[in-house]
């Protein structure tokens, strides 16, 4: 009897520990992850991301991913320091040093943002969002005909995109070039952007 509940208690203890020690798939997960973060599933994603990491600490994947979670919920303290082990793992991770970019510029730090951006297009001089958001801050700081630079850069990389479009007809607008304002908001407009009509109405008929 004894030998037998002894047995029991060894079976336990194993069982225990294989519930607790329980091996993940991490490319497997990873991509899980993704799936989920792409589809707008972000508790989902965060959950499967912070797994990942559980299991193992040096996928900077996960790291720049849960970090963009933390950004998109305006935890920027938190996606800072995922950021951070993200670029700690991989010095070029490009996804990381574009998410404190952001991060700098939603904080109203447009020079540390800038600077950022750039960091992020000298490890990937195609990066078409660092292009479109430097120029972004660009434009809040003033400098228009360096913002117009940025916005025609992203454009050329991808010219399906009706934000970027509406931003460089507000650049036009600003340096007195209604002509080509009005031929980008139109551009938005037809690109799907809600609030190009407005502008269009306001700025272009009479044109």
């Not at 607790?20 to 989902?44: F, P, S």
């Not at 990066?127 to 630079?149: E, Q, T, V």
């Amino acid at each position: 009897m004894a030998t037998r509940n002894y047995f029991l208690i060894l079976c336990f203890i194993l069982l225990f520990h294989a519930c607790n020690n329980r091996v993940v798939d991490t490319d497997e997960t990873l991509d899980a992850a993704i799936i989920e973060y792409e589809k707008e599933n972000y508790g989902k994603a965060f959950k499967l991301f912070s797994e990942i990491i559980e299991f193992n600490p040096k996928i900077s994947l996960a790291y720049a991913y849960r970090g963009d979670i933390y950004f998109l919920n305006n935890n920027y303290i938190k996606a800072i320091l995922d950021y951070d082990k993200a670029i700690r793992w991989n010095p070029k991770f490009v996804r990381a040093w574009f998410g404190k970019a952001r991060i700098s510029h939603e904080l109203g730090d447009l020079l540390g943002a800038i600077d950022l951006y750039n960091h992020t297009l000298k490890i990937n001089n195609k990066h078409i969002d660092a292009y479109h958001y430097r120029g972004k801050a660009k434009f809040d700081m003033g400098d228009l005909y360096s913002s117009l630079s940025d916005l025609n850069q992203s454009l050329e990389l991808d010219s399906l995109q009706a934000g970027v479009f509406l931003l460089r007809a507000l650049v036009h607008l600003q340096i007195a070039d209604t002509t080509k304002a009005c031929h980008d908001f139109i551009n938005a407009d037809i690109l799907g952007d809600s609030t190009a009509i407005l502008h269009i109405r306001k700025n272009c008929l009479d044109n």
